[in-house]
């Protein structure tokens, strides 16, 4: 199948517009009602309504059930390269108002549908950028989006990645790409007062995670003089910072041997010696340690996405639920709840209510201190509720 150069129209059934006049920028294929199953990925398309009448320009996979990302809602204004490099030039300006740049350290540079750019996740860590595509309709323009990625940041390299995940989803071959210069070594950077390294071809995503840099900080503050657990602690976000800046001990458990070994060199790199790691899986550690009658004056938890999709939801909330409930568990009163949920499927809301519930059953109070999101190099997109997908919150418990 062959791309055409112009837009092919595709209408969505009865009733299916609302969305979208909305904005919001993904068309499953559901919603169709000529699915583009025969069109070529990366196809230019217009969205109509049922009657025909204009409503988005974006781009196609047929392979994927998420068939078309919208791009553009006025039809005087094309898809093509000139398109992307204005929305990346927008996308670091936007940076600019919150941050200043600063050539050591890391940020998020474009964040998919909230910079306008669904399919698209740039991150910076000193002079290199790690680039993930999760569209593989957006991979059309890789090359272009790639180069211009390295001239307006002037990047030494750039590792562009599809993960394992979104390849299947995506209906594509994993794909690895490198620009510049090669970087078979992890790449340094300077976080929270920490020198530490990223290896952009072998970490998650795309090497490593950003968006929890300003809450270990804010988190740190609540943390001197206590013992910590920090449970789902990868490569040691929270707890190193918070064993650099005054809690008095600090112990990381995560799953992934891969992630504590990272975690234990970058404490032995910034000399820090209050901290160490253990594998384990965090339901079955926090467990354990109750039955040994442990307990903590703060406890940490951070684990990965429990639900990817709507259907997940109330599953993902009986996880929280329990993982929650076990760690209160381990806090004696005046400790503190650091807990988090990078679902965003779950709403802020449905995560508060969780908490509501477990300190219920649990009979504890929690004192909420701060409600937190993702840095600011993280904005939500309005039209797009799964941008806003980060939830931090610190808690008293009582």
């Not at 329990?322 to 949920?341: E, F, K, Y």
Request: include cysteine.
């Amino acid at each position: 199948m062959t791309v055409s150069e112009q837009p092919i129209p595709l209408r969505l059934k009865p009733t299916r517009q609302f969305p979208f006049l909305a904005r919001h920028p993904w068309v499953h294929a559901h919603a169709l009602a000529d699915d583009g199953r025969e069109l070529a990925c990366g196809q230019v398309i217009d969205l109509l309504d049922h009657d025909g009448n204009w409503i988005a320009r974006g781009v196609l996979n047929p392979a994927s059930r998420l068939r078309v990302r919208l791009y553009v809602y006025d039809s005087n204004i094309a898809i093509d390269e000139a398109l992307w490099r204005g929305r990346i030039d927008a996308a670091v300006r936007r940076r600019r108002l919150t941050e200043a740049f600063d050539e050591k350290s890391a940020e998020r540079l474009v964040f998919s549908e909230s910079d306008l750019l669904s399919g698209l996740i740039v991150d910076r860590y000193a002079d290199c950028l790690g680039v993930q595509f999760t569209s593989a309709g957006l991979l059309r323009w890789k090359e272009p989006i790639l180069q211009y990625l390295m001239e307006v940041t002037g990047a030494r390299s750039i590792v562009s990645r599809i993960d394992p995940r979104t390849a299947k989803h995506e209906g594509v071959q994993e794909v690895e790409a490198c620009f510049g210069e090669d970087v078979s070594l992890p790449v340094e950077y300077r976080q929270n007062g920490l020198d530490l390294v990223v290896d952009l071809r072998s970490g998650q995503k795309t090497g490593g995670f950003l968006d929890q840099r300003f809450n270990h900080q804010a988190v740190a503050r609540y943390l001197t003089g206590r013992r910590v657990l920090d449970v789902c602690c990868y490569t040691g976000g929270f707890g190193l910072v918070a064993s650099s800046q005054g809690a008095s001990e600090v112990l990381g458990i995560d799953s992934s041997q891969a992630a504590l070994d990272a975690a234990m060199a970058a404490a032995e790199r910034n000399g820090l010696r209050n901290i160490n790691f253990e594998k384990g899986d965090c339901f079955d550690t926090i467990k354990k340690f109750a039955k040994e009658g442990r307990d903590y004056d703060a406890v940490i938890l951070d684990p990965p996405r429990f639900a990817g999709s709507r259907h997940q939801i109330d599953s993902a909330l009986r996880a929280y639920a329990r993982l929650n409930s076990m760690a209160l568990d381990l806090i004696p009163p005046g400790g503190v709840l650091v807990t988090c949920s990078c679902s965003g499927r779950v709403s802020r809301a449905d995560f508060l209510n969780m908490l509501l519930d477990v300190g219920r059953r649990r009979r504890r109070d929690l004192v909420l201190m701060e409600n937190r999101g993702p840095a600011p190099d993280h904005p939500v997109a309005i039209s797009c509720p799964e941008s806003d997908y980060l939830k931090c919150l610190i808690a008293e418990i009582r």
